[in-house]
């Protein structure tokens, strides 16, 4: 089973900053990495697949970078809808989540 | 716009069964694998289980394996997951969730449905 540690577990941040969030697989997972993020009594939405491919309709301030075990979901500057919950999952290797990072506001 | 909706959740003693429904539209259900992902209250998600788009492939966590199956009806558009001896570790918000590209069953989780509610309460 691959397991997936995100960190941090919450980032304080104020709107127009860059949030830098890291998750790391306990095996290499090549690019097969994803990430999601999810709002209070919402379903999860899909940001980013394969690592660093953006899902349709998600803002080009949302990007991803990384392979093999070290992948960063970065956005470029806080708008107020971003914050949220943001978690990543592999398919590598059958399929699994990290523990999901916080951003919330300072 | 893809369409899933759960259903059949509620409260159940352990030990007992239940079973969850997925009803899918505006998509052609029998190209793409299909997912049950959990979230327990104020936690994180964890999938449950996979299928691929025919039927014939099926996944489990090692936490549900060989007490939930996962089946599908192409005919009906409808995906289920079969809980049997439940536990009060298994109450979450349970999700249905289409794959991210057609055939594949190792997939990303493009579209969700709201979710349904099992509870596993004494």
């Known amino acids: 089973e691959v397991m997936l540690t995100q960190s941090p577990d919450t980032l304080s941040l104020s709107p127009g900053e860059r949030g830098t969030l890291s998750c790391r697989a306990s095996?290499?997972?090549?690019?097969?990495l994803a990430w999601y993020q999810q709002k209070p009594g919402q379903a999860p939405r899909l940001l980013i697949y394969?690592?660093?491919n953006r899902a349709t309709g998600v803002p080009a301030r949302f990007s991803g970078s990384g392979s093999g075990t070290d992948f960063t979901l970065t956005i470029s500057r806080l708008e107020p809808e971003d914050f949220a919950v943001y978690y990543c999952?592999?398919?590598?290797?059958?399929?699994?989540f990290g523990g999901g990072t916080k951003v919330e506001i300072k | 716009q893809v369409q899933l909706v759960e259903s059949g959740g509620g409260v159940v003693q352990p030990g007992r069964s239940l079973r969850l429904s997925c009803a899918a539209s505006?998509?052609?259900?029998?190209?793409?694998?299909l997912h049950w992902v959990r979230q327990a209250p104020g936690q994180g998600l964890e999938w449950v289980a996979a299928?691929?788009?025919?039927?014939?492939?099926?996944f489990y966590a090692d936490s549900v394996k060989g007490r939930f199956t996962i089946s599908r009806d192409n005919s009906e558009n409808t995906l289920y997951l079969q809980m049997n001896s439940l536990r009060l570790e298994d109450t979450a918000l349970y999700y249905c969730?289409?794959?991210?590209?057609?055939?594949?069953?190792?997939?990303?989780?493009?579209?969700w449905g709201h979710g349904s509610l099992v509870t596993v309460s004494t």
């Open positions: 969730a289409k794959g991210h590209i057609v055939g594949a069953t190792r997939a990303y989780f493009e579209s």
């Open positions: 505006r998509f052609t259900f029998s190209d793409y694998g």
């Open positions: 299928i691929s788009y025919d039927g014939r492939e099926k």
């Open positions: 095996q290499s997972v090549s690019r097969y």
């Open positions: 394969d690592a660093s």
């Open positions: 999952q592999q398919r590598h290797i059958s399929l699994s």
